[in-house]
């Protein structure tokens, strides 16, 4: 890694194992059975995630580069040079370059939940802008957290792609979102992605694709599951599925039980019937309106907005006063 990417990068033990173990027995036990998308992301969710990213079916991606490419100058003189970029959620960190390349940042720094991925992506990043401080963060980005003390004094400039916000549901978007404005602190701006409603059809194939990926990253929760909690989930008898809650606005993503199936989680015993699901994911999508009313409501006022035929936008934000 090159010196400049440097960060708590450290894997999150033991205190996030014993948080996935209990938010795994806790959404188990409940009914509806549920348990956080966050969990996702080990380093086969991350990289199955990426793989996603490039589908044909997967419009969100493309556009949101579109967006940056055609407006990342307007965004980096709306936003001012110097500014530290915060990317919550970073990924491989692809699109950042896109804002990095024009925005004149004074340090970037990547926060994301999987620790090994985050390094390697840093690192590549490094490597790309040499000149670039680069202070990587492993934490769970959706609890509070806190920022590298060597950037606590600079003007900040956070970057949430993806349309992420639509994993939680909107009080919980709400209260994220007054945290983030809580830890950037007055002098800072929000860059946001949020994806549109649009099409039910064209929704579903986005998050069941044809090769089947998101099919398998869904999956890839209950062999990480197996392999960190010494369990014996039977995989081969759940199947994902796709739904549109037209009422919720929102695409869910379920694993549903093929049979009756039983198996221990941590020497605790489990059993789903035929056709029962673990709910492991929502997406909400907002209108325009109910975009902007969900930003005001977390305590943003929205500068500039850019998109690309109305499906996908990008949202410029300062704190509220």
């Keep these: 890694m090159s010196p400049h990417a440097r960060g708590t990068v ?49 419009y969100l991606t493309r556009a949101e580069r579109s967006l940056l490419q055609e407006h990342a100058g307007e965004i980096a003189h709306l936003a001012g040079p110097g500014r530290t970029l915060i990317e919550l959620g970073s990924g491989s960190s692809v699109k950042t370059a896109l804002l990095l390349e024009t925005l004149g940042a004074s340090a970037y720094v990547p926060i994301d939940i999987s620790g090994d991925f985050l390094r390697e992506a840093a690192a590549r990043l490094a490597r790309q802008f040499p000149g670039l401080p680069i202070h990587p963060v492993a934490t769970d980005f959706m609890r509070p957290f806190s920022l590298p003390p060597v950037v606590r004094d600079t003007a900040r400039l956070a970057y949430f792609a993806g349309s992420t916000i639509g994993n939680m549901a909107v009080p919980a978007s709400v209260d994220f979102l007054r945290n983030i404005a809580r830890t950037l602190g007055a002098n800072s701006q929000l860059l946001i992605g949020i994806d549109r409603i ?3 059809q064209r929704l579903l194939a986005a998050y069941d694709d044809a090769q089947g990926v998101t099919a398998q990253f869904n999956l ?91 499906e996908f936008a990008l949202i410029l934000a300062s704190p509220a006063p």
């Design 10 to 58: 450290e894997r999150l033990r033991p205190a996030a194992d014993e948080l996935f173990r209990r938010e795994v027995i806790e959404g188990l036990s409940a009914r509806p059975r549920a348990i956080s998308p966050r969990w996702f992301y080990d380093r086969r969710g991350s990289e199955l995630f990426e793989e996603i990213t490039c589908l044909p079916e997967y």
């Design 198 to 200: 649009k099409d039910p």
């Design 220 to 310: 890839n929760l209950l062999h990480r599951i197996n392999r960190e909690l010494r369990a014996d989930i039977p995989i081969g008898d759940f199947r994902h599925v796709a739904r549109w809650n037209d009422y919720e606005a929102r695409i869910e993503m379920h694993l549903e039980a093929q049979r009756q199936v039983d198996f221990t989680i941590d020497g605790r015993n489990f059993r789903i019937a035929q056709g029962e699901t673990i709910h492991t994911e929502n997406s909400l999508k907002y209108g325009p309106r109910d975009a902007r009313v969900l930003l005001r409501a977390g305590g943003w006022s929205p500068l500039a907005e850019w998109t690309q035929d109305d």
